[in-house]
């Protein structure tokens, strides 16, 4: 079993920055990739970030490459995500997420209880 808590969140003017982090209690989280997914109201969960356990990995949706990056650091159990050049359109409820390598949520057996990302214009 894996918990996740995730931190971070707030309100922040168009082009700002957040760094979100998640932190990880239980065993084994160096043996899983992590990823971030958000939710818009109304929308489906969509992809983010991913990074493989050993963090030499990484992958990135379209929408946010360029802008944000994800990075962990297995000896404190924590991922980051480090949120550059944001846009209205970025804002979301953030979650992270424990499991296998891949794009989708389908992936991912452990998940945190979101925290939000509100970007004004």
């Known amino acids: 079993q894996v918990q996740l808590v995730e931190s971070g969140g707030g309100l922040v003017q168009a082009g700002g920055s957040l760094s979100l982090s998640c932190a990880a209690s239980?065993?084994?989280?160096?043996?899983?990739?992590m990823a971030w997914f958000r939710q818009a109201p109304g929308k489906e969960r969509e992809f983010v970030a991913v990074?493989?356990?050993?963090?030499?990995?990484?992958d990135y949706a379209d929408s946010v490459k360029g802008r944000f990056t994800i990075f962990r650091d297995n000896a404190k159990n924590t991922v980051y995500l480090q949120m550059n050049s944001l846009k209205p359109e970025d804002t979301a409820v953030y979650y992270c997420?424990?499991?296998?390598?891949?794009?989708?949520?389908?992936?991912?057996?452990?998940w945190g209880q979101g925290t939000q990302v509100t970007v004004s214009s």
């Open positions: 990074i493989s356990w050993i963090g030499d990995t990484t």
């Open positions: 997420a424990a499991g296998r390598w891949g794009n989708s949520a389908t992936r991912y057996s452990y």
């Open positions: 239980g065993r084994a989280f160096s043996t899983y990739s």
